[in-house]
């Protein structure tokens, strides 16, 4: 059974060795490689060069720069396999990563496994929960959240809903493209195990910490939600599922972020963001067990200090 495996680079030659070794050690053997160099301007292409001499399941592709969506779109059409797979140029797997995956699929469309995230080096356990059926409503709680390379789907189920990422997005497109399986799947399989390898870099880097991510999460939140409306017939998993992103998932991106920023900005342009967004923050309910108890604790924190320190003009 063929596997098509998706990877798109862009300027990831310090870790891109890494990432492609990870797939030429799988104990699972009947796949290629497709490689995506999206127009980079590092070494990455050169590296990309020499591991296509390498192995003739390596398929090199070179573009100009499109975006990580219209590039992952691009892999997917020039998928051969019966199944796909995504990893991405800084990430690794697990020797047995696709033997496991392929192995629990089985007749199924689509199947994922747990992660490990790297931070410099280092191996953190993700403890996620595992669910299998219908896991729509876990998966927008962030209570089973699988990375983007910890997934394992069917070909023609992709093809047959026209499911793709959104093209022009770069933050929140794997989410929005995953929630669209999930959206026809009601019977999703999965690995118990920590197969894959998630870098997540610097993670108090500006770039991912930026208080306009909160406009780009909320973009990809109503998007998302107009696409369950349209697809979703059964009344009561609709609710559900609307309800998991407007109770919790929409007011905790909001909230997070605003967390983070404490110390990059003023009070004052931290008080105005929340009450920018506070039509998000008031649908927030206690519909999430601890993680919501969690997000409206740290929701009254972060109003009240805000709240207080204005009121004494210290900002």
């Not at 399989?189 to 909160?214: A, R």
Request: charge should be positive.
């Amino acid at each position: 059974m063929l596997v098509s495996i998706i990877m798109p680079v862009y300027n990831k030659e310090n870790r891109l060795s890494k990432s492609i070794d990870s797939v030429l050690n799988q104990t699972f053997t009947d796949y290629e490689l497709i490689i995506i160099n999206d127009g980079s301007y590092d070494h990455s292409y050169n590296i990309l060069q020499i591991y296509s001499k390498k192995d003739y399941r390596i398929k090199i592709i070179n573009q100009k720069n499109q975006g990580v969506s219209t590039t992952r779109n691009n892999g997917i059409d020039l998928a051969r396999g019966e199944l796909i797979t995504f990893l991405d140029a800084d990430d690794e797997w697990h020797k047995d990563f696709l033997s496991e995956m392929v192995k629990n699929i089985q007749e199924g469309n689509v199947c994922y496994c747990g992660h490990y995230y790297l931070e410099k080096g280092k191996k953190i356990d993700s403890r996620m929960v595992y669910k299998k059926g219908d896991i729509l409503e876990y998966y927008i709680k962030n209570i089973c959240t699988p990375n983007t390379n910890s997934w394992l789907i069917r070909r023609n189920f992709v093809n047959k809903y026209k499911i793709r990422f959104t093209q022009g997005i770069s933050w929140g497109e794997d989410m929005m493209f995953f929630l669209k399986l999930l959206v026809h799947d009601i019977n999703v399989k999965c690995v118990t195990k920590q197969l894959t390898y998630y870098n997540i870099g610097d993670v108090n880097s500006l770039s991912k910490n930026s208080l306009s991510k909160i406009q780009d999460d909320i973009f990809w939140m109503e998007n998302t939600i107009e696409y369950l409306k349209d697809n979703i017939k059964e009344k009561r998993r609709l609710k559900k599922a609307v309800e998991a992103f407007e109770t919790y998932r929409m007011p905790a991106a909001v909230i997070y972020r605003i967390y983070r920023n404490q110390s990059e900005h003023s009070k004052l342009k931290l008080l105005t963001e929340l009450n920018k967004y506070n039509n998000y923050t008031q649908k927030m309910k206690l519909r999430n067990g601890l993680r919501s108890i969690k997000l409206y604790l740290l929701f009254l924190l972060i109003k009240l200090k805000l709240n207080t320190t204005f009121k004494r003009g210290n900002l």
